[in-house]
């Protein structure tokens, strides 16, 4: 089966500009997830979808960063303005609903790196 | 608060030696357990993973995990070590108190010396 796409797969910008990832997540699966990972740590949670809706957005910072899932499938992650300690590898993730006791899977895209300059 | 802890940052095994990377949780109830290892460049791949039942669970390229609910702790290890096992792991549990999202941990980089 496919895997879950990302773009882009690097991306260098000046501070205060903006920026957008996109996320194709395993079809049919309906719980996305964007983390962010600085270097030298593990991924941190951004932000959880479910089909459409927002679970979990407690850690967005949203007076910078926002997030969109247009029709529970594709999602779209965006910085406007973005800062230099936003610079990490942004990863999507996508499993089936989320039921990790019914044995499911969490999928990992390759992820975008951002550089901020 | 739920959290992971991997106490060690960096780790460097003989080739053919056994690996052992720690992992402790701080988490509410029963939580789902997980070993991610990523390698340069690449995407974070499951290891193995612990849901219920038996302590002592088995997963991919040789490696096992066992959970210990006394100690917090689900230390993965491997009885003989690759040069190829040289990357970052990455201990997670879930799910999250909102949603279901995994938190990681920060990682332990693994080198192998020949």
């Known amino acids: 089966e496919a895997g879950v796409a990302q773009s882009p797969r690097y991306k260098i910008i000046e501070k205060r500009q903006s920026v957008a990832f996109w996320c194709n997540p395993i079809?049919?699966?309906?719980?996305l997830y964007w983390y962010q990972q600085i270097l030298g740590q593990g991924p941190k949670l951004l932000i959880q979808?479910?089909?459409?809706?927002?679970v979990d957005d407690s850690q967005l910072p949203k007076d910078r960063f926002s997030a969109e899932r247009l029709k529970g499938v594709d999602s779209t992650l965006k910085i406007q303005p973005a800062k230099l300690e936003d610079s990490a590898v942004y990863l999507c993730?996508?499993?089936?609903?989320?039921?990790w006791g019914g044995g499911e899977k969490l999928f990992f895209g390759s992820g975008t790196q951002l550089s901020v300059l | 608060a739920q959290s992971v802890t991997q106490p060690d940052i960096h780790i460097t095994v003989s080739e053919g030696a056994s690996l052992e990377l720690r992992c402790n949780y701080s988490y509410g109830a029963t939580p789902y357990l997980f070993w991610y290892v990523q390698s340069p460049g690449q995407g974070l791949q499951l290891l193995l993973k612990y849901f219920s039942g038996d302590t002592l669970v088995q997963g991919i390229k040789g490696f096992e995990a066992e959970f210990k609910r006394s100690q917090s702790s689900f230390n993965l290890r491997k009885p003989s070590v690759h040069w190829s096992d040289a990357a970052e792991y990455f201990c997670a549990v879930g799910p999250n108190q909102a949603g279901t999202a995994l938190i990681f941990g920060k990682g332990t980089t693994l080198s192998v010396s020949s």
């Open positions: 993730a996508s499993s089936l609903r989320g039921d």
């Open positions: 979808f479910q089909n459409n809706g927002v």
């Open positions: 079809s049919g699966h309906a719980t």
